[in-house]
């Protein structure tokens, strides 16, 4: 019985028990005052610089996407292998999560270039440090803002368990899907953890010292952080399938590179963008709500340790959810 408030209300209550386990007093020393971005607007040059920027970090994910995520299917009883960039093996035995793996390691390099040169480039010079990126905090700190995220994610995904197995109720909305998960699962989760933890530590830090703008208002630096975390996705999906909706042809129909002669004379067919596409909806849904999280956190915490290592357990957990009912 799938519970389409229940997937929301599932997410939402892993932060919102991070939240309330904050206040208990053996967690309460995690709590920071949040240090300063890195970007101020205060005139049109800075405004420009920081347009330029946000644009710029907007870029990797759609020209890369389709690129990176291939045909992420195996077929093995058939004995076929479609095009994907990271083969499948005994460790990395998921091939849709071995594409986003790749596409998470290569978006998440290219933006931790720019953020490096930023930060040595401009913000040290504006007298910045590394208290400004909300990674100062001693390591007894760093090792209880991931015991609190192990523990609020424990709790949530136990209730997860709980419901499925007494009423059968699933966390499911359209396909998307918060669901228990076998032992095979749970080990493939810990086998492509790190990645997500790179990747979500890294997006905390950007989006939290340098999208954010010190002197605008809290509901713009919300949606500006929720558009960085997908727009230039959302912008490519919004082309892809108008296309489609307008003529019958999707805007990118066949994955980069298949299409030439030597690869069809080599391979002797062209391999679709179908099911990367498919996948892309799920990160068009999951990737605004974890920036959005990930803010709150960072503004309740005063550092970037805490959301970055809860929003990769539930982001990690949501896509292995695709492949237990997919795969």
């Known amino acids: 019985?799938?519970?389409?408030?229940?997937?929301?209300?599932?997410?939402?209550?892993?932060?919102?028990?991070?939240?309330?386990?904050?206040?208990?007093?053996?967690?309460?020393?995690?709590?920071?005052?949040?240090?300063?971005?890195?970007?101020?607007?205060?005139?049109?040059?800075?405004?420009?610089?920081?347009?330029?920027?946000?644009?710029?970090?907007?870029?990797?994910?759609?020209?890369?996407?389709y690129w990176l995520v291939g045909y992420p299917y195996y077929m093995?009883?058939?004995?076929?292998?479609?095009?994907?960039?990271?083969?499948?093996?005994?460790?990395?035995?998921?091939?849709?999560?071995?594409?986003l793996l790749l596409f998470n390691v290569v978006v998440g390099v290219i933006l931790l270039a720019v953020y490096v040169l930023v930060f040595l480039l401009i913000a040290r010079k504006a007298g910045c440090g590394w208290v400004n990126t909300?990674?100062?905090?001693?390591?007894?700190?760093?090792?209880?803002a991931l015991l609190l995220a192990v523990v609020s994610f424990g709790l949530v995904y136990a209730?997860?368990?709980?419901?499925?197995?007494?009423?059968?109720?699933?966390?499911?909305?359209?396909?998307?899907?918060?669901?228990?998960?076998d032992g095979a699962h749970w080990r493939s989760f810990f086998v492509y953890l790190p990645v997500w933890l790179f990747f979500f530590l890294l997006v905390s830090v950007i989006f939290n010292s340098f999208t954010r703008?010190?002197?605008?208002?809290?509901?713009?630096?919300?949606?500006?952080i929720a558009v960085a975390s997908c727009g230039g996705l959302a912008v490519m999906f919004a082309y892809d399938y108008g296309k489609l909706f307008a003529t019958g042809v999707r805007g990118i129909e066949y994955i980069p590179g298949t299409t030439s002669a030597e690869w069809l004379a080599t391979i002797g067919m062209t391999f679709p963008t179908a099911l990367a596409g498919i996948m892309l909806f799920?990160?068009?849904?999951?990737?605004?709500?974890?920036?959005?999280?990930?803010?709150?956190?960072?503004?309740?915490?005063?550092?970037?340790w805490l959301g970055g290592f809860l929003l990769s357990f539930v982001v990690l957990a949501f896509t292995m959810s695709e492949m237990v009912i997919n795969v």
Request: hydrophobic share 50%; with cysteine; aromatic share 14%.
């Open 1 to 65: 019985m799938a519970r389409p408030g229940g997937l929301l209300s599932a997410l939402v209550a892993f932060v919102a028990l991070a939240l309330t386990l904050l206040k208990v007093p053996f967690f309460a020393t995690l709590v920071r005052p949040e240090p300063k971005s890195i970007t101020t607007c205060d005139t049109p040059a800075h405004g420009l610089r920081y347009a330029i920027i946000y644009l710029v970090c907007l870029l990797p994910a759609p020209l890369l996407y």
């Open 134 to 144: 909300g990674l100062k905090l001693p390591v007894a700190q760093v090792c209880k």
């Open 213 to 224: 703008i010190n002197n605008a208002p809290a509901w713009l630096n919300y949606v500006l």
């Open 282 to 304: 799920s990160l068009l849904f999951i990737l605004p709500l974890a920036a959005i999280a990930s803010r709150v956190l960072f503004k309740k915490s005063g550092s970037a």
């Open 159 to 181: 209730l997860v368990y709980a419901c499925s197995g007494l009423s059968g109720t699933e966390f499911s909305f359209f396909k998307f899907h918060l669901m228990p998960m």
């Open 76 to 99: 093995q009883p058939q004995w076929f292998k479609f095009l994907t960039k990271f083969w499948p093996n005994e460790i990395f035995n998921m091939t849709p999560v071995n594409s």
